[in-house]
């Protein structure tokens, strides 16, 4: 397993993942938690959740406070860009995002830890989304930023998203609440 760290945020992770293949088809492992408690993961996970999207969907940016989630992303069909938000109180890179483009093709997962806003666009139609998260749903504590806030300005790929009422009424990201972290 290879883990890939961004140089501009520190926490979310792209995690290539085993993935063996021949005439058959191809075999993936998203998922091995001796392997992942080796890399640092200890929290179990709680809920897996498969979504399905058409292209140029966008969902996000979502993320739970305080009672918050972490999320292990990959794609079963088709390829979305995936973006991450750092909205950590005492964080030096707050406001700051990254994304990483997954696609079925590709053994790759997403780690968005607690403490980030997570969103993404479907790029493809049939997008199929895995995810695995390590926090009860809490949906009083759901809070959804703007995913076109500029104070953020994430350059999203696709023109004209399709995006949910809950999504489009998104607060700004000044009057998000940010999130505390435990010691």
């Not at 640092?40 to 709680?46: I, N, S, Y």
């Not at 990201?173 to 940010?178: D, K, Q, T, V």
Request: net charge negative; charged share 20%.
């Amino acid at each position: 397993m290879k883990v890939t760290r961004f140089s501009s945020l520190d926490g979310p992770l792209v995690i290539d993942h085993p993935s063996f293949g021949d005439h058959r088809g191809r075999f993936d492992i998203p998922w091995n938690s001796d392997a992942f408690a080796a890399i640092g993961f200890h929290d179990p996970f709680l809920q897996d959740n498969i979504v399905r999207s058409s292209r140029r969907v966008l969902r996000g940016l979502h993320y739970q406070n305080p009672e918050m989630q972490g999320k292990l992303l990959c794609v079963l069909n088709g390829a979305i860009l995936d973006v991450a938000v750092d909205l950590r109180a005492d964080s030096p890179t707050l406001g700051r995002w990254v994304s990483v483009e997954l696609t079925a093709q590709t053994p790759q997962c997403f780690w968005v830890p607690r403490g980030f806003a997570h969103g993404y666009q479907a790029l493809s139609d049939d997008t199929v989304v895995f995810y695995k998260v390590d926090g009860a749903y809490a949906p009083q504590q759901e809070v959804c930023i703007r995913w076109d806030d500029p104070d953020i300005g994430i350059d999203w790929p696709l023109a004209d998203p399709i995006i949910s009422d809950k999504d489009l009424n998104g607060v700004s990201f000044a009057a998000a609440p940010r999130c505390h972290m435990a010691p």
